[in-house]
């Protein structure tokens, strides 16, 4: 049977079932509106088996895809439409529009494009745009420069606040706020007067331009999970150290647990400032 659009004229060849007794709505792929069909009982009768011809399923559901391509809503309410005639105006002369509506999706989509980034386009145009562009990047330059300021100042921040040590050393910079660092660390593990004996050695450097008092070091013993088993401290002899000159320190334990297998040197009322691998002595073993 052939059903005719009621708003442009455009004729399409569909099967009876495709309309059915109850009627169905048809969306026109030529001008995109759409109507209510009526069913093939309250219509027309079949005049003869000619225009009643049925086309094959294929090219049902290809001119159906067409129809329904621009309206996704029409999906659920879609028919299965057969060849097209040739669409024609009210007046009866062909129309020049293809009733396929194939080549009208890719200008709906190319127009929907080219729309969107007009629209983009003016978008960056306006005074909120810019500003807000504008505050996107000073906020990122604020970060980047807090973030490089921390980085290079970070002694003297530390200095002015020492809770914020922990966050440097979270991201693995080691802030020394005392001013001093230990250098050339050794043990050595031997025997004397029949004794076994520990002796750690050590050179205290300083690390700021002006004086900085030397506390007392802290020598603790490690098991190798890394926890004090003991530990004792000495008093170094020079009581100031600058960048540049230096302090030997000298100590010996006897009969050191058999457990130790590294050796920590900190300084009194500061956190470790180093802590080398000591193993039982020198050359690796026991004298």
Known sequence: ??????????????SYEAIGETGRKV?????????????VAEDVEPASDESDEIVD????????????ANDPKSLTEKVSVGSAVEPKTPSGKPSSTSGLGVEHAAVAAKQLRDYTRRRRRLGRTLPLARFSRVARWSIAGLLALIVVGGYIARQPVVERYPSLDGLYGFFGLDVNILGLDFADVTTIRGLRDGREMLTVKARIVGLRETPVIVPTVVIALLDSDGAAIYQWS???????????????????????????????????NARPVSQPDAAAGENGGPN
């Open 1 to 14: 049977m052939i059903i005719t659009c009621p708003h442009c004229g455009t004729r399409y060849n569909v």
């Open 57 to 68: 399923a294929e090219t049902e559901a290809a001119l159906d895809d067409a129809l329904t």
């Open 234 to 268: 000495v008093t170094p002899s020079t009581r100031s150290l600058m960048v540049g000159e230096g302090a030997q320190i000298e100590s010996q334990l006897a009969l050191p647990p058999e457990e130790a297998s590294s050796v920590r040197l900190s300084f009194a």
């Open 27 to 39: 969306l026109c792929a030529n001008c995109q509106r759409d109507w209510r069909q009526l069913g």
